[in-house]
């Protein structure tokens, strides 16, 4: 099962740098395209168009790898940071950071 995430912890993690294309769904299934461009075990930024609301839930898909569930944390028309509802496992941040998930088509 996964640990809730500590807001406490969250600066004191590191992030590693990726790209990995995903989709973001929120607000009763509305789907947006994004590029996660950092991650680590307590969250993650996307590149985006347009704007999200802070402390709305989202859920983001990646294929071949679990939902990833969290809040909006800050957003501006360019990035948005997300803070994990539950740490993912370890090997979803290790696939995340090797670029092995493949483009959601």
Request: net charge negative; aromatic share 4%; proline share 7%.
């Amino acid at each position: 099962m996964s640990e809730p995430v500590c807001v406490a912890e969250e600066r004191q993690v590191g992030r590693r740098v990726v790209c990995v294309q995903a989709v973001l769904e929120r607000q009763h299934h509305d789907l947006m395209h994004v590029e996660v461009t950092d991650v680590g075990s307590l969250g993650c930024r996307l590149n985006k168009p347009g704007r999200l609301s802070v402390g709305s839930f989202v859920t983001i898909v990646v294929q071949g790898l679990p939902d990833l569930e969290g809040w909006v944390a800050w957003s501006n028309p360019l990035e948005a940071g997300v803070t994990f509802a539950y740490r993912p496992p370890s090997t979803v941040i290790a696939r995340l950071s090797s670029g092995e998930p493949t483009v959601i088509g």
